[in-house]
């Protein structure tokens, strides 16, 4: 039997504190996620106030497309994350790892089409850089607007791909049985990291790929 | 299990002798005696930097080191003295050492995350070390854009690569200790029960997660401008450096307050054990650390009067910052009225508190002066800011980080230093502080620049009497490294409670065991149950 | 400039244009008001120190005292002084941002590590300007390569200048004479050599020097 007792570290009184502090811990840690994207979500804000115009013409070069399938993508990583939780609740471990792996593989599917789309900007000549479109660079602000794409959106793929070995380690040790519906804080908290992940992409997506399509 | 039960005797310092067992430890004690060390060595780097500075400016001429050494050693100093020694100084030792034992628990929250914390934390001193070996980096603590992108030609992504990987230290600690206080607090020990100490860590804790993820992207930007050639900051690549500018102070200022409120902590704990009395308004105290944390985020463009911000966002940002000195105005009146009735004695420790209230009072003031816009138009980016800050943050912070050092100095070694020479000490600093930092007062108000490597002639003499003072200074930190050296090895054993102190750390043993408490406390009364003798 | 000058001994900083006598008199009330509270505190301190030392027989009985009206006081009257000072600051600040019509522009470019001026009527000088006594003058300045920030202490005015757009700094000199002009925000290298002197002439010496011809290079350098 695999109780949250066993788990139990010796500066810890009860399996209850334990439990609180981790919890207390991983949302703190998400408090720092959110600034850490915060700051450049106000340079983001910052430049689009400057350069409204370059914004607007900018984004109609990202693939709404494709933005769009990423979102929903994700959207349906945070269900079956959810649905791998309710699944130890159940105590039905099968279930569990199968959820965890299809939202593992969902996140490699998101970064497999982000990559794709990274693939044909360069063809596009979306980069920043020398080789930065020459119609768009008249334009002030587009080549800023493509670089706050990028920067946010690979710290944004570094942190799926992160959460991609988180979810990939927990898959193993459900598949091992390390949780239990008496003892799951691991799982709880891999989830909670992956739904801000996800939150933030609802927020990217507006600001890259709708700007300019309402 | 057993195991655990033994250790629960023996003092942590005798809980396993190899270098292993300190290095892999995750005891919150030996990790903060091993932060101190590092912290120290950190200290006497940036305070060679100061000396070599001292001696150039002793005369207006270029004399000593060229110009590109010269900036080289000013940026160093304050790289070093911010990110390695004055924000890590309290809370990762006294912070990490007595935070579980004053909310009785048996110790922090996530203890290998804090070693993890004191790893990430030297490996940002590598790196720091490496950038001066290297051959330095020369754009002043602060790394203005586009300076520190497109023309310094020194090692600036080595030095901000440092300052990122530090930056980690400070979350890790910070968020350990939110944690610990939110969920490990000993039956009894209810939110106003708190020692002071502990709210200003708390408060700090809170101020270095959210506030510091803010410079790693900063810097990480920085990186990236000056790598790549993408623009985020550089004017020629469509950037605006005064976004940089806002970016570091949204970081820096806050940071400024991470320095002090632990300062104010120990000093609460100092004073109300010397003076023999309950802290005055308790409940007033705690509420100006949570209001100096809370608006100290909104004060930033203070930095920023004449830099091109608007005339309307500098009015705010001078009226914010006149409103977080309020908070830090019921500090100081509060500490004054808690000696009101007292039975004060003056310890080491005590002379320590002392001096960092009138210090941190002159520092402040002057604050004021900064803040009210027009007067800054013609003080900033003088000897008057460098003066300001000094005076808070070293005759300040540090003031406070040794009373610490003094007061617990006993609980952590389970040792006695010799209290004359301390005292001695206490005062030859103090007097060695003003000599050096007040003439910069008056430098700046006459208009001497600061970063200057050559001054006017008309400014020598004052320039002399700071970098007289400055020997005085760094004899007077000097004294305390030597007797503390000879009380490891032949102090006196202290007692338990060689002050008579209240406070959870004060009733278990010196040094303390290895889980500090052999059973839970219970706690039953507000913090400072002190009563003055009343005839004595 | 004057004898004392040379020896580092001069305590004293002119003050030459029409807003530095303003900025004068906030800052001596700042100092007069930090003063102030300096001392009442070091006395109260020091009273309290000496009167209850440790061994020091008098009474100490009523020694908790909770006085929510003290607390009260001591946050209302320095938040009512704060007020004041930001207020008298601020008129102050706004005066330094609006600069009155018709104001003679002068263009200063900043770059490592010197100051071009270029005047209206089109004679250039480097690390020296030249402006009139009496009249509302406003730079326009913008910089080639990095910040710098144009200083100038008898003036008591600084404003930074900055690569890729102009940023104006207005005053009104008051007594002809010849005052310091630094850099005062870090440059690089030779930050501390960034400077020069602002030579305050009258309007005729100021006319006449504006439409002479340079003499060959020959720049007043201080
Ligand atoms: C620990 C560090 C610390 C602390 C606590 C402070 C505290 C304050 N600081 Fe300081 N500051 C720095 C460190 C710090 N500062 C540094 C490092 C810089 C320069 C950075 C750089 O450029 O390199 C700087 C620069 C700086 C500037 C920008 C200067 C410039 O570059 O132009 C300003 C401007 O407003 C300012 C203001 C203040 C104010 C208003 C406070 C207030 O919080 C002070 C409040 C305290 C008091 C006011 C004293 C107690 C009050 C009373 C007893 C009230 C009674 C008084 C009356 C009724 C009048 N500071
Ligand atoms: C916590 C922060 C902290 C601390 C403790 C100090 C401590 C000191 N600082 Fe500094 N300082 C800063 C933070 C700090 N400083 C910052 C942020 C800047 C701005 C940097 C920038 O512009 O980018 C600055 C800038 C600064 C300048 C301005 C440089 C310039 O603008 O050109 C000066 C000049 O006097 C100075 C002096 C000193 C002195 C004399 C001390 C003394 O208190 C130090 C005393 C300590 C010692 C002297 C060490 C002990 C003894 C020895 C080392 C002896 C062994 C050595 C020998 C054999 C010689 N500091
Ligand atoms: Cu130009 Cu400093
Ligand atoms: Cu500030």
Redesign the pocket.
Known sequence: MNTAAQHLQEQFDTSRQQIKAAKLGMWTFLATEVVLFGALFCAYAFYRYVFPQGYALASKHTDFALGTIETAILLTSSLTMALAIRATRLAQRKATVYFLAATAILGAAFIGIHATEYLQEWHEHLWPGKHFDESLRGVNGTEMFFTLYYVMTCLHGLHVTIGIGVLVVLAVLSFRGRFTAGYYTPLELGGLYWHLVDIVWIFLYPLFYLVSRT | MTQARTAMARSYLSDGTTIRSWLTTSDHKRIAIMFSIAITAFFFIGGLAATLIRIELATPQGDVVSAETYNKLFTLHGIVMVWFFLIPSIPTTLGNFLLPIMVGARDLAFPRLNLASLYIYILGGIFTIVTVIAGGVDTG??FYTPYSTMFSNSYVLLAAAGVFIVGFSSIFTGLNFIVTVHTMRAPGMTWFRLPLFVWAMYSTSIVMVLATPVLAMTLALIGIERIAGIGFFDPALGGDPVLFQHLFWFYSHPA??I??LPAMGVVSEIITCFARKRIFGYRFMVYAIAAIAVIGFLVWG??M?VAGESMYAGLVFSLL?FL??VP??IK??NWTATLYKGSISFDAPMLYALGFVGL??IG??T??F??ATAV?VH???TYF?VA??HY??VG??VMAYLGGIHYWWPKITGKLYREGIAQAAAVLMFFGFNLTFFPQFLLGYLGMPRRYHEYADRFQMLNVLSSAGAVVLALAYLIPLTYFTWSLFRGERAPANPWRATGLEWTIPSPPPTHNFTHTPQISDEPYAYAPDSRE | MNDQAANGFDFSVPAASTIAPPIDALFYTLVA??LA?TIV?ICCILYFCIKYRRGNAVDRTDSEVKSLKLEDTWIA??LV?FFALFCWAAVLYARIFTPPPNTLDIFVVGKQWMWKVEHAAGRQEIDALHVPVGVPVRLVMTSQDVIHSFFVPAFRLKQDVLPGRYTALWFQATKPGVYPLSCTEYCGTDHSRMGGAVVVMSQEDYQRWASEKPPAAQEPKP
């Open positions: 603590w602060t400024v307050y320095m002090v203070h930095h009067f910052s977080v000195a830090s105005a100081v009146f941190f009072l402040g003031l604050g004021l900064l803040a800054d003080l900033t980016q800011v300001h800050f808070i943050m300040g912070a | 008001l930090s509270v505190i009257v320095p002084l």
